[in-house]
C-alpha cells in the first residue's frame, strides 16, 4: 500500500527535483515543489486508488503534508473489508 502511495505522489509532483527520493518524511509542497494543482489531483488518485473519501475530513490540509502523513489518514479512513 505505502510503494502504490508513493508512486501516485510521484506522478503528480510536477515540479519535483530529478531523482529526489521520497521518505515518509518528506514534504509535499517544500521538498517536491507540490502546487495546487498537484495536491488536488492527488488526493483525487488516492481515493481512486484506495477506495477512501475524505469528502469528511476535518483540517485534510493538515494531513496532507508528507506520505507518512497520508499514509496514516488512509488508514484512518478506509473502512476494513471482511
Known amino acids: 500500500m505505502y510503494d502504490s502511495l508513493i508512486g501516485i505522489i510521484k506522478e503528480n509532483a510536477s515540479n519535483m ?18 502546487d495546487s494543482v498537484d495536491l488536488m489531483q492527488l488526493i483525487i488518485d488516492i481515493e481512486d486508488e484506495f ?6 475530513c476535518d ?7 508528507t506520505p507518512g502523513s497520508l499514509m496514516e489518514l488512509i488508514l484512518s479512513v478506509s473502512t476494513p473489508h471482511p
Do not use: C, Q, R, W
Open 17 to 34: 527535483p530529478k531523482d529526489y527520493i521520497i521518505t515518509s518524511d518528506t514534504k509535499l509542497i517544500e521538498d517536491l515543489k507540490y
Open 51 to 56: 477506495g477512501v473519501d475524505f469528502m469528511n
Open 59 to 65: 483540517i485534510l490540509a493538515e494531513k496532507i503534508d
